[in-house]
Structures are given as structure tokens and as C-alpha cells.
């Protein structure tokens, strides 16, 4: 009389494989899913940072008269003043290697790389604004991601250093 209740050593050998194989696939899939959501998450955050940025940058060159650039660093001369009574105010971005500060304050982190130059906009006058912003998170993978604007200045007043 045969007993064929169970499984033989085989059988079971054969489905912890198959189900190791499974699992190990999953968890390769669940990995590489993770890391591409926070690598578009990162992504994400540095445009977000650079749009507001760029946003309080914009604003200040329309209200400006006067830009001056020298690569890494501009000045804004506003012609608008802040309050009543008040003199016009200077507003100077400078980039420092990893970031960039507007007046005394960090205005944007992370930056790898920032420029900032004119293009000549006929009748003599430089009077457009380039500014190129590289951001950049170390990270496995590291992220980057590429900002620029161009600004056509409002009096078109432009002065390189």
C-alpha cells in the first residue's frame, strides 16, 4: 500500500526556488521604482526652489534701472522705493560656489554653477538679461537640473563689469 499524501524533497526544493526567483525580482523592481520616485521627488524640489526664485528675480529686474553683471554676481538698482521717504535700494545676488544670496540672506541652495550676461539688444545697449542657473543634489544618483532666464531689461540699461 502506498502513502501519496506529501510532497517528495524535490517538489519542495523546486517551489522555494521558483518562489526565491519571484521574490528576488520584485524586490529589484521595488528598488529601482523607489529610486527613480525620489530622484523625480529631488527633481522636483529644485525646480520648485529655482521657480521662486527666479519669480523674486524677475520682480526685482522689472523694477530695476540699472543691472550690472559680472558673471557670478549682479546688482539690481531698483527705481522704486521701498517705503515712502526712503532712498533706492541696491539689491546685489552673489554667488558663493554652493549658493546664491540676495543682499545679506541665501535667496537659492544648491547651486553648482550660476552665470549671469548680456546680450546685446540693439541701438547700443545691452539690454537683455541671461541668467543660467545649474542645481544640483548629491545623491545616488545625483541630480541636476538647469535653469535659465532671459530678462529684457526695462529701460534697457545694462553695465558689464
Known amino acids: 500500500m502506498n502513502n501519496n499524501k506529501g510532497f517528495t524533497l524535490t517538489e519542495v526544493l523546486l517551489a522555494v526556488m521558483i518562489v526565491g526567483l519571484v521574490g528576488v525580482a520584485l524586490a529589484a523592481l521595488t528598488g529601482t521604482a523607489v529610486r527613480e520616485s525620489n530622484v523625480g521627488r529631488t527633481r522636483m524640489t529644485l525646480r520648485n526652489q529655482a521657480s521662486i526664485a527666479m519669480r523674486q528675480l524677475r520682480q526685482d529686474v522689472h523694477q530695476s534701472s540699472n543691472v550690472t553683471c559680472n558673471g557670478n554676481a549682479w546688482t539690481l538698482t531698483q527705481t522704486k522705493q521701498i517705503e515712502p521717504d526712503s532712498a533706492l535700494v541696491n539689491v546685489t545676488y552673489t554667488f558663493d560656489g554652493s ?59 545694462a553695465i558689464k563689469e
Open 99 to 157: 549658493s546664491i544670496s540676495r543682499g545679506s540672506e541665501v535667496w537659492l541652495g544648491q547651486v553648482r554653477k550660476a552665470k549671469c550676461e548680456f546680450v546685446y539688444g540693439g541701438a547700443g545697449f545691452n539690454s537683455i538679461l541671461k541668467i543660467r542657473l545649474v542645481l544640483g543634489v548629491n545623491s545616488e544618483p545625483p541630480v541636476m537640473e538647469v535653469m535659465e532666464e532671459t530678462f529684457m531689461l526695462p529701460h534697457g540699461v
